[in-house]
């Protein structure tokens, strides 16, 4: 079944967190960059101020009502991402996916409308999952990946917009670098790099790397489901706050970081 076929079965609904979408896919996609960028042509949401903290006897389950977020387990099937077996049991395609579930299901807690690319060890075209990203309007892609580098020294989190990212892409991307920060979480800072999930669709996106597989100590935390959790907990924290249109809080040592030089 292809991505496309899928998305016809499906229309519009958005079941969550467990409907599937099936496709074909190229391996390693996450590391290639467009040669042509195409800029997010979303108009930047007006600011429309809400109060940092919803009022007390707000329902949970309604504060993000109405809102579309795709999560997308970056990797599957064939290609298994990431992988350094003698420092991580689990491949990249494996952490991604158990991120992207405790993301998925945290988020649709909170109110938010939620769609996996994938819930299953899937193998997925890059292009079709920006495609769903397209099609479905979303206010939010979020695409789950872990790092790896040459060395072993990088370790931390990452987030990603590609280099014409609207003003709604880099709000979202504040928000998680902050929301890692609360839970205690090393983040690296945001980085641009125009990856097929970020770039090659109009939707606001964001894509998180949740820690090097290559870092002995990064590689051991993720693949332990509570850490997992953790930064699942996180990215949602970060995810819920700019569906809301919360405040960014002020992140006086990061910056935006140059363009990453992508490994192939
Ligand atoms: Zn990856």
């Given at each position: 079944?292809?991505?496309?076929?899928?998305?016809?079965?499906?229309?519009?609904?958005?079941?969550?967190?467990?409907?599937?979408?099936?496709?074909?896919?190229?391996?390693?996609?996450?590391?290639?960059?467009?040669?042509?960028?195409?800029?997010?042509?979303?108009?930047?949401?007006?600011?429309?101020?809400?109060?940092?903290?919803?009022?007390?006897?707000?329902?949970?389950?309604?504060?993000?009502?109405?809102?579309?977020?795709?999560v997308?387990?970056?990797?599957?099937?064939?290609?298994?991402?990431?992988?350094?077996?003698?420092?991580?049991?689990?491949?990249?395609?494996?952490?991604n996916?158990g991120i992207a579930r405790g993301l998925a299901a945290a988020l649709?807690?909170?109110?938010?409308?939620?769609?996996?690319?994938?819930?299953?060890?899937?193998?997925?075209?890059?292009?079709?999952?920006?495609?769903?990203?397209?099609?479905?309007?979303?206010?939010?892609?979020i695409?789950v990946?872990?790092?790896?580098?040459?060395?072993?020294?990088?370790?931390?989190?990452?987030?990603?917009?590609?280099?014409?990212?609207?003003?709604?892409?880099?709000?979202?991307?504040?928000?998680?670098?902050?929301a890692?920060?609360?839970a205690?979480?090393?983040?690296?800072?945001?980085?641009?790099?125009?990856?097929?999930?970020?770039?090659?669709?109009?939707?606001?996106?964001?894509?998180v790397?949740c820690?090097?597989?290559?870092?002995?100590?990064?590689?051991?935390?993720?693949?332990?489901p509570a850490f997992r959790a953790r930064i699942a907990a996180a990215i949602a924290d970060?995810v819920?706050?700019?569906?809301?249109?919360?405040?960014?809080?002020?992140?006086?040592?990061?910056?935006?970081?140059?363009?990453?030089?992508?490994?192939?």
């Open positions: 079944m292809t991505c496309r076929k899928n998305n016809r079965k499906y229309g519009s609904a958005w079941i969550v967190p467990a409907v599937l979408l099936l496709a074909g896919c190229r391996a390693s996609d996450r590391h290639v960059e467009l040669p042509s960028p195409q800029a997010q042509t979303r108009p930047a949401p007006q600011a429309a101020r809400r109060p940092a903290l919803p009022p007390a006897d707000t329902e949970p389950s309604r504060l993000t009502a109405g809102k579309r977020v795709l997308d387990a970056g990797h599957g099937g064939r290609d298994p991402g990431a992988w350094q077996a003698t420092l991580s049991k689990l491949p990249e395609k494996t952490i996916l649709q807690r909170q109110g938010a409308a939620v769609r996996l690319t994938r819930s299953e060890d899937e193998f997925i075209d890059l292009q079709d999952r920006a495609d769903l990203a397209r099609q479905q309007q979303v206010d939010l892609m695409s990946h872990a790092n790896s580098a040459p060395g072993s020294n990088a370790s931390g989190a990452e987030v990603y917009i590609c280099r014409t990212a609207s003003e709604a892409s880099e709000r979202a991307a504040r928000q998680i670098e902050s890692f920060k609360r205690g979480l090393a983040c690296r800072g945001i980085r641009k790099a125009n990856f097929v999930v970020l770039a090659r669709h109009p939707r606001p996106a964001v894509l790397e820690g090097f597989l290559t870092h002995p100590d990064d590689a051991r935390r993720l693949n332990d970060g819920t706050r700019y569906l809301l249109r919360e405040p960014i809080p002020t992140s006086p040592t990061d910056p935006l970081v140059a363009d990453r030089q992508l490994v192939p």
